[in-house]
């Protein structure tokens, strides 16, 4: 029997039950899009020049494929930040999104204090802690999650929150339009791929479970282009954090002018890199026609490549069918790698440390 099939082996492993988290990705984007209708933000906050989302990891996800989705809608700048410290042109015409799934994240924390300064205009999100009452005590627009259908509760995993909160933030304020039409397609677009990806159909006929025999033991390479460069940060970061494996990203056009010089060493990269390419028939023709170049050139190098390439008839589905896969696929490389995908005891251990280290 194949690991990915023996679903006994499989719940063991899964201590945290995050599958049922990939199972309900729809349910998230449900959820928090009936919860957006009773929200409520300030009518000022329509008359922004300029938008910031600060959030690190998976609460920053939402924001990057917001970013690259509607790259040729927004009326006005759309920045995305994991750090610190704003940009000097944050001021009183900002619109600044605090994101942090935990509420304690001390980067989005520390933006909040410096966008307050600024006389920026402050939206928050997350499940509470700090950042709720840094936002309710100065009487902010704060966006609560409340994770019912996050069972492992992952930040990475609450994505259908993150994307859809911030989704109906930019929507109250004006400067996205996302209509219900589309909020039930994506719905049932993830409840379909649940048909096919789930962990009870077998491998022979399961997409998801093939990806991941291919990518696993692999240092795999993701390639997309304009509006799916933002998901495609999304899969990377469920790759290294649920499956504990090394995924890296390189976008179409960009790499084209440097990285393919990169290929020829080391001499082991044939043996060990596993490019997927993220393609789409709405991308630029030209981009289409240098991912088949690129192709050539992996050839060329000895490198092997595989590619996903969503069937979806819009953008925004097209990016959802994306996500739906991929948080399938990581899950089942996190089984064949034999780990729980939930625990993250690297990043545990780092945030403890750094606190020991400014005790000291």
Excluded at 134 to 160: A, D, S, V, Y
Excluded at 189 to 214: F, S, T
Excluded at 272 to 292: C, G
Excluded at 297 to 311: C, D, M, R, S
């Amino acid at each position: 029997m194949d690991k990915l099939d023996n679903l006994k082996a499989i719940k063991k492993l899964d201590q945290s039950n995050m599958l049922s988290s990939v199972e309900v990705l729809g349910k998230q984007v449900e959820q928090i899009w009936e919860e957006m209708e009773y929200f409520r933000i300030p009518d000022d906050y329509k008359e922004v020049e300029n938008v910031l989302v600060d959030g690190m990891g998976g609460s920053g996800m939402g924001a990057l494929i917001i970013q690259s989705l509607y790259f040729d809608k927004l009326q006005v700048p759309f920045q995305v930040m994991h750090d610190y410290h704003l940009p000097q042109h944050i001021g009183n015409h900002s619109l600044v999104i605090l994101s942090s799934y935990s509420g304690t994240t001390e980067e989005v924390l520390q933006a909040g204090e410096e966008s307050l300064t600024r006389g920026a205009k402050i939206v928050g999100i997350g499940t509470g802690s700090k950042l709720e009452k840094f936002c309710t005590e100065r009487h902010l627009p704060f966006l609560k999650i409340n994770p019912l259908h996050n069972p492992c509760n992952q930040p990475r995993m609450g994505l259908g929150y993150s994307i859809f909160g911030q989704f109906g933030i930019l929507d109250k304020v004006e400067l996205i339009k996302v209509g219900g039409g589309e909020v039930g397609k994506i719905v049932y677009l993830l409840e379909e791929g649940n048909k096919r990806l789930g962990v009870d159909i077998e491998r022979a006929d399961n997409p998801a479970k093939k990806m991941a025999h291919m990518l696993y033991g692999k240092l795999v390479v993701y390639t997309a282009s304009e509006f799916l460069s933002g998901t495609a940060y999304a899969v990377r970061n469920q790759m290294n954090e649920n499956a504990k494996q090394f995924g890296f990203i390189y976008d179409i056009p960009e790499l084209n002018h440097h990285l393919m010089e990169g290929l020829k060493n080391p001499k082991t990269n044939p043996e060990n890199i596993k490019w997927v390419f993220l393609n789409s028939e709405f991308y630029d023709e030209r981009n289409r026609m240098r991912i088949e170049i690129t192709k050539e050139i992996l050839k060329q190098n000895g490198i092997a490549y595989t590619e996903f390439k969503p069937q979806s008839e819009a953008k925004i589905f097209q990016v959802f069918e994306t996500l739906g896969f991929f948080s399938y696929v990581n899950f089942y490389l996190a089984m064949l790698n034999d780990l729980d995908p939930s625990p993250i005891p690297y990043v545990d251990f780092f945030k403890k440390e750094l606190e020991r280290r400014r005790k000291t």
